[in-house]
């Protein structure tokens, strides 16, 4: 596609449900990270893939916290048993290589609310 | 570990004026990239320009213009002429291989 895709733009969830967020990233682009951006912070990150291997996962702040890119494009970022710490954007990039060279192409993002 | 620090939380400039953003980062490595990034209030980030450590000379992209200090690890935002359209947040962002580290972010206001 002509950009990074994030579905759903907004999610509201009862604390303990398991919230699931995806991540369409541009046709092509190797390299795709998650993030997590806190109201009025800089994005922290989280994951990181080249293709469908996950290369470093040393972001992602518990076990309840999980990603995949199964086919080395589509991804998705699944939080199991919400708690309300979790409420947050999550933002999506992707780039070519994952290299300075190239420069990240993020999302519009998928803001999680945890109630 | 890297870590990037802006410390300027909001700015504010009058439409037409030149404001400047400060950015300053800590690394080991000598051959890294720079960037600032625009966050406006629809959320999606956009880059506004980049600046590969290697090249002494700086970036620049239209009305955007950076002040690299590479021994000072400083890596300052000028816009000139501001526009409302530039209001938002504004990201310094360090990368080396595939880690990139942004800060915490400056509120920039574009006055009338």
């Known amino acids: 596609g002509a950009g990074v895709s994030q579905s759903p733009r907004y999610k509201v969830a009862k604390r303990g449900q398991d919230v699931a967020l995806r991540c369409d990233p541009i046709?092509?682009?190797?390299?795709l990270f998650w993030y997590q951006q806190a109201l009025g912070q800089g994005p922290e990150f989280l994951t990181y893939f080249q293709n469908e291997a996950q290369l470093d996962k040393s972001g992602l702040p518990s076990d309840r916290f999980f990603a995949e890119r199964p086919e080395g494009s589509v991804s998705t970022l699944k939080i199991q048993r919400t708690q309300q710490e979790d409420s947050a954007v999550y933002l999506c990039a992707s780039s070519v290589t994952g290299l300075g060279a190239n420069v990240l192409t993020f999302g519009a993002g998928s803001r999680l609310t945890v109630l | 570990a890297q870590t990037v620090t802006q410390s300027q939380p909001e700015m504010s400039v009058q439409e037409a004026e030149t404001v400047t953003l400060s950015c300053t980062y800590d690394?080991?490595?000598?051959?890294?990239?720079l960037f600032w990034y625009k966050q406006p209030p629809s959320r999606q980030m956009i880059l506004v320009i980049r600046q590969e450590a290697y090249k002494q000379q700086n970036a620049t992209e239209n009305r955007f213009s950076v002040n690299f200090q590479k021994a000072a690890k400083s890596f300052s935002l000028k816009i000139s002429d501001s526009q409302l359209g530039d209001a938002a947040m504004y990201f310094c962002a360090y990368n080396y291989g595939q880690n990139f580290v942004f800060g915490p972010g400056t509120r920039l206001s574009v006055l009338p």
């Open positions: 046709s092509g682009h190797v390299s």
């Open positions: 690394t080991s490595e000598s051959d890294y990239y």
